[in-house]
């Protein structure tokens, strides 16, 4: 339906700031809402933050006011901004988008890009 493809992770140090990356192919007027998600090691994939085909945003707890989710239509890329980074925030991000198309929901995920945050 939709591919995804990430870029924008690395290595930073704590306090420091990074950009993610998303850049939507395919049928992405079907796409409802797109977002990041987080996978630590041994941990579960969690959401960090989406955005909605009417620009509504949600934030989890831990990243309000460091993190900021964005897109620019034209060029079907969606953006997370983060700054203040801790070592808590290290992991694999994942993009993801939700949308419907003949009338059936559907889920893609990006191939997820590695953030690492030193101490």
């Known amino acids: 339906q939709v591919q995804l493809v990430e870029s924008g992770g690395g290595l930073v140090q704590e306090g420091g700031s990074l950009r993610l990356s998303c850049a939507a192919s395919g049928f992405t007027s079907s796409i409802n809402a797109i977002g990041w998600y987080r996978q630590a090691p041994g941990k579960q994939r969690e959401l960090v933050a989406d955005i909605s085909s009417g620009s509504s945003t949600n934030y989890a707890d831990s990243v309000k006011g460091r993190f900021t989710i964005s897109r620019d239509s034209a060029k079907n890329t969606v953006y997370l901004q983060m700054n203040s980074l801790k070592p808590e925030d290290t992991a694999v991000y994942y993009c993801?988008?939700?949308?419907?198309?003949?009338?059936?929901?559907?889920?893609?995920w990006g191939q997820g890009t590695q953030v690492t945050v030193s101490s």
């Open positions: 993801n988008v939700k949308g419907r198309r003949w009338a059936m929901n559907y889920e893609s």
